[in-house]
């Protein structure tokens, strides 16, 4: 990773989980460390799959929805196309869910951990906020729960 700042931040969410097997407790200071160290983002969270649909789980950022059908939404999509989706306008993806009106980029991308899979979304109050760089950022950080 060539961006300084986005190898520390993955190095410190490394740091946070390490030694603790906890789904919850890590997914929990994972988005609060990215929320609070990260420019133009108003939202970064998990949904976690549960029964037929995807549920809210730990956040950092405005109340969200709760619920998201697989394959509704930029998060439903990604879920059931198991890739990560870079939307540089959220109003200009079909279906899009507005959870928090200040969203206009995002970025979602699938985990699967031995407890759970989901997915990892992060959002901007800017349009295109989210490229290359942080998609390599965010699917380290994911790859971090493979083994939780
Ligand atoms: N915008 C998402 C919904 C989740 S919130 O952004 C937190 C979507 O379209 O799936």
């Known amino acids: 990773m060539t961006n300084k700042h986005y190898s520390l931040l993955l190095k410190q969410a490394s740091a946070l989980v390490s030694g603790e097997p906890d789904f919850i407790a890590n997914a929990a200071n994972v988005a609060s460390l990215l929320y609070h160290n990260l420019e133009q983002v108003n939202w970064v969270g998990f949904y976690i799959f549960r029964g037929d649909e995807l549920v809210l789980g730990p956040f950092s950022g ?37 959870c928090d009106a200040a969203s206009e980029s995002e970025i979602v991308v699938p985990f699967s951990s031995k407890e759970f899979k989901g997915v990892f979304d992060v959002d901007s109050p800017v349009q295109n906020r989210f490229g290359v760089d942080e998609q390599r950022l965010f699917e380290s950080i994911v790859a971090l729960f493979n083994e939780i």
Do not use: E, M, N, Y
Request: one cysteine or more; a neutral charge; hydrophobic letters at 40%.
């Open 62 to 98: 405005q109340p969200a929805c709760t619920r998201i059908p697989v394959g509704k939404g930029v998060c439903g999509a990604a879920f059931s196309q198991q890739s990560t989706l870079l939307i540089d306008d959220v109003h200009a993806f079909p279906g899009h869910i507005a």
